[in-house]
């Protein structure tokens, strides 16, 4: 028996305020049919539906919503390495190729072996760092504009508990 790989997850912004103004939220989240190349526009269909019966039976404002072609989920083992720390993370700052608009994102875990010149830098002109460079930007898109590329800027070890 095969484990699903697709999903779909909404969330819904409820009535309760947050001590910054923001609504508390709720999420859920199911397996669903696998989605393919064959099959992600049926199965788009589908959710929707779902989705729109879903919003007929809730009183939220509907927030984000996801459909996870797939998601496949890697053993539940400890790192070899005490070292592999959650806390050690790799700040990727990168921005939108066209609309310039910086963004960023924190990958936990991080190598610190892999700084480089007495700095906190991942040197992304060499290998492992370029390949990183290149595979992000290969497939990575602006949050505010999915049609738009992104470019790495720098990829900076920093130290964060979140």
């Not at 997850?9 to 989240?29: C, F, L, R």
């Not at 996801?66 to 959650?86: C, N």
């Amino acid at each position: 028996m095969a484990l699903p790989v697709s999903f779909y997850s909404s969330t819904y912004n409820d009535h309760t305020a947050k001590s910054n103004g923001k609504p508390e939220t709720t999420n859920w989240e199911v397996a669903v049919t696998e989605v393919t190349d064959l099959t992600i526009v049926a199965v788009g269909t589908a959710v929707a539906a779902l989705q729109t019966a879903t919003d007929a039976i809730t009183l939220g404002i509907k927030g984000t919503t996801a459909l996870i072609a797939e998601r496949i989920k890697g053993p539940i083992t400890l790192a070899a390495s005490p070292l592999a720390q959650r806390e050690n993370k790799w700040l990727v700052r990168y921005h939108g190729a066209t609309l310039l608009n910086n963004y960023q994102v924190s990958i936990g875990t991080c190598d610190l072996s892999l700084v480089s010149g007495h700095s906190e830098f991942l040197d992304i002109t060499v290998n492992p760092g370029l390949a990183f460079k290149n595979a992000f930007e290969a497939v990575v898109v602006s949050p505010g504009d999915g049609a738009e590329a992104v470019v790495v800027d720098s990829v900076q070890f920093v130290g964060r508990n979140t």
